[in-house]
């Protein structure tokens, strides 16, 4: 893919962004600009992936732009094409469920013009090969995403959402704009390739490293920087949602590595630390929150910081890996975590689609009055439960796949001859594990409470199937999670690029292998193959169902579920979301949530209904954030008293800043 071509898709969106405006009131305008989004997220999907899996060399273009010294710089190579490649697939799966979708939107015109400008600034934020056409894109993506947010202002939350969204955003660019600064140094060298050309002392690689986790790691939803995106992803659009989890926290992984892997120079061992530190307890702390809320987007929003959190531990070990010389286990961390931006990309966009197709049917978002759409919903079950299953990380799909690839690097760890790593690597390989556990808990909860049972609402009960566009869209993402997870070695070796040219080693080719399998190492050690296990699971069940039918009955009966003995026809008599996750929230909630339980039960012959009443903190945000807030808060009522000065005050106040500035520079050596 040369960088003209991508290019040209940013120019593409940007006309279709000003068409929207233009024509924003006409009657077929919503079919017109998501149908143009697909066709220039195909032909930048089509050119990433012929730039990846063609071996390509690195594509550059300078345009006369930007800061007059340095231009503006745009660069394709293989990390660039594959992240250009997981944008524009989740831009082109959510341009196809749109165009059905955004028929129910009330005001399009609210949305229309910022969904191609969004797709914009993310294919230029991964284009970017200078630090000021970065930092501006990745600007322009926010405030774009930003918009889509505040689309359904009006309802309730959605405006706090957008503030606390923005108030994030602006942090993330401000660490950034700042890393990048103490990277280009005094000479103002803010190409990326002058950046590469000269080292970094330790404690600069330091200060830049942790900007680094600030900045991306706002925009990614690394705890305690997580509090935007809850509230966020929800109140957007339903296929900006998908955009937003499934795509946008990509490009801000992308950020992380072009700045760690490439720009910050060969890297210490200690780097790893934090990163496996963060990126653990963001995985288990991400799943213990979705397991906590019954607001079906609000679940699969805080599933998402449970994935990336699995992401970054698979960069933490790729570097602890490349910096002590172990250059093949350092691409096997680096491949496990490509492949889960790639299967986070497919999985949670499938996801979010289901969850608006269900909004759509029913009007609904709470679980508690969801149930029983399996029967009216069917198409719409099946390819959530692949999603569920995905996100699970359940054999044979492709969930399954990433997160064997990252605990076989795990394993690796005895290799590293610190001991610092020798004892966090094991432990975050046990946080891991706990987190895939409870996402097992998690999205058996969900599908169980949303589309098993019985209808909890009236809604629910006259709920149809959705959409073609929408079901097609939803089909296309489930396949894919399917074959990704049965023919993984496809997968890596097409990263095998991405993981030569940022840790200079790749894992072995694995379409070369028997059967299919995928070999993490070598074929002695350990190895998986999707085939043999996809086959197995469908004979198996082929088989069961046969013996059933066979010798147990030739019809299908269709009876109550067994309820105790207790024939009670009422809804309400069904598990809840709440009832559920009680058993979890009991083990976990004390030490996480500092949960609380207060019960009311009535005595006996009291006829009042018994009452339970859970109260949960979120402890990131009443620990960290609040004080915060607060602090700002008594600040600015001081410095309130500021508008009311004379103006001999104010002029006083200037002579002493001025005073102040000489003396500084007098003493400056």
């Known amino acids: 893919m040369s960088a003209l071509v991508g290019l040209s898709c940013v120019g593409a969106f940007l006309g279709v962004a000003l068409l929207a405006v233009l024509i924003g009131r006409s009657r077929d305008v919503t079919v017109a600009v998501y149908s143009a989004c697909l066709l220039i997220s195909l032909v930048g999907l089509v050119a990433a992936l012929v730039h990846l899996l063609g071996g390509a060399p690195a594509s550059d273009v300078t345009l006369p732009l930007g800061l007059p010294w340095v231009g503006a710089h745009f660069r394709v190579d293989a990390l660039a094409a594959f992240f250009l490649a997981v944008v524009n697939l989740g831009a082109a799966a959510a341009s196809v469920y749109a165009i059905g979708y955004g028929r129910h939107e009330p005001e399009p015109q609210r949305v229309l013009p910022f969904i191609p400008a969004f797709l914009a600034g993310m294919n230029l934020v ?75 002392t330790p404690l600069r690689a330091g200060l830049v490293l942790a900007l680094a986790l600030a900045g991306a790691g706002s925009k990614a939803g690394l705890v305690p920087l997580h509090v935007w995106l809850p509230l966020a992803h929800p109140a957007a659009p339903s296929h900006v949602s998908a955009l937003m989890s499934g795509v946008m926290t990509k490009v801000a992984v992308y950020g992380f590595i072009r700045i760690v892997f490439d720009l910050l120079g060969p890297a210490a061992w200690w780097w790893g630390v934090p990163i496996l530190s963060i990126g653990g307890g963001t995985a288990v702390l991400g799943v213990l929150y979705a397991l906590m809320q019954s607001d079906l987007k609000r679940v699969l929003a805080y599933s998402t910081i449970e994935n990336i959190g699995l992401i970054f531990v698979g960069l933490g070990l790729a570097l602890a890996f490349e910096a002590n010389g172990f250059r093949t286990a350092g691409a096997l961390a680096l491949t496990a975590a490509l492949f889960h931006v790639f299967n986070h990309a497919l999985f949670k966009s499938l996801l979010f689609f289901g969850a608006g197709a269900v909004l759509v049917a029913t009007g609904e978002r709470q679980m508690d009055r969801l149930g029983g759409l399996i029967h009216r919903m069917p198409v719409t079950s099946l390819t959530f439960l692949i999603g569920c299953a995905a996100i699970s990380a359940l054999p044979p799909l492709n969930g399954f796949a990433s997160e064997w690839l990252a605990l076989q690097a795990i394993l690796l760890s005895p290799q590293l001859p610190q001991w610092g790593l020798k004892l966090l690597v094991p432990a975050v390989g046990a946080l891991l594990a706990l987190s895939a556990a409870l996402a097992a808990a998690c999205f058996v909860r969900v599908f169980g409470i949303v589309f098993l049972g019985r209808p909890r609402s009236a809604a629910t009960k006259s709920a149809g199937e959705v959409d073609d566009w929408s079901l097609g869209a939803m089909a296309a993402l489930a396949a894919l999670c399917v074959i990704a997870g049965v023919l993984p070695g496809l997968v890596i070796d097409g990263l095998a690029p991405v993981a030569q040219a940022v840790v200079g080693a790749r894992m072995p080719a694995q379409a070369s292998l028997e059967w299919l399998s995928i070999v993490p190492i070598a074929e002695s050690r350990s190895s998986y193959n999707g085939l043999l296990v996809f086959t197995f699971i469908a004979a198996s069940a082929s088989l069961a169902a046969y013996v059933i039918h066979r010798f147990a ?93 004379t103006i001999r005050i104010y002029l006083s106040l200037v002579f002493f800043a001025l005073v102040f500035l000489l003396l500084v520079l007098a003493v400056w050596p």
């Open 126 to 200: 991964v284009l970017a090969d200078d630090a000021f056409s970065f930092l501006l894109a990745w600007e322009f993506m926010s405030l774009s995403s930003w918009a889509l947010v505040m689309a359904h202002h009006r309802e309730e939350g959605n405006a706090r959402a957008g503030y606390v969204y923005i108030v994030m955003a602006s942090f993330g660019t401000l660490a950034l704009l700042l890393a990048f600064g103490l990277l280009a140094g005094p000479d103002g060298g803010y190409a990326f390739a002058a950046i590469r050309a000269h080292g970094e």
């Open 553 to 645: 009955s030739h019809e299908v009966r269709r009876a109550p579920a067994w309820d105790c003995g207790f024939p009670d026809p009422n809804p309400a008599t069904q598990y809840t979301a709440d009832s559920f996750a009680q058993p979890i929230r009991r083990v976990f909630g004390t030490f996480v949530f500092r949960a609380t339980e207060r019960i009311d039960m009535p005595a006996p012959g009291d006829m009042r209904p018994a009452r339970i009443d859970v109260t949960l903190h979120d402890l990131a945000w009443e620990l960290v954030y609040e004080p915060i807030v607060r602090a700002v808060s008594f600040a600015a009522e001081r410095l309130n008293r500021l508008q009311f000065l």
